[in-house]
């Protein structure tokens, strides 16, 4: 499984900026797909998830400024960001999760810079 994450770059604060992942296996197999982002010197940390049944899930920072959706037929998943604010700023990786009976898989991208000036 392999997951190419696009769409990072620089924006002022206020601005805007859609991520894209695209996946290439089937959406279908995978139980939750999300978006996660690593600031300079700070954790990984979740920023939205979306299951197979379109139910989804945001940090409370992100929550009414962020929006991530997924298109089975592109075998992408995408994540709206609106209203960036310079702690935005960090490496946004996405992430697909497969439960099997016996045990999770977690499948990561590489990540793409998202800067976000004052």
């Known amino acids: 499984v392999q997951l190419q994450a696009s769409g990072g770059g620089l924006v002022q604060a206020g601005g805007s900026l859609r991520l894209s992942c695209q996946v290439s296996?089937?959406?279908?197999?995978?139980?939750?797909m999300g978006w996660y982002r690593q600031a300079p010197g700070k954790e990984r940390e979740l920023v939205a998830t979306?299951?197979?049944?379109?139910?989804?899930n945001y940090a409370d920072s992100v929550k009414g400024r962020f929006t991530i959706s997924r298109d089975p037929s592109k075998k992408t998943v995408d994540l709206q960001m609106n209203s960036l604010r310079p702690d935005d700023t960090a490496v946004y990786y996405c992430?697909?999760?497969?439960?099997?009976?016996?045990?999770?898989?977690?499948?990561w991208g590489q990540g793409t810079l998202v800067t976000v000036s004052s």
């Open positions: 992430k697909a999760r497969r439960a099997l009976v016996s045990q999770i898989l977690e499948f």
């Open positions: 296996d089937s959406l279908s197999m995978f139980n939750v």
């Open positions: 979306i299951t197979r049944s379109d139910a989804t």
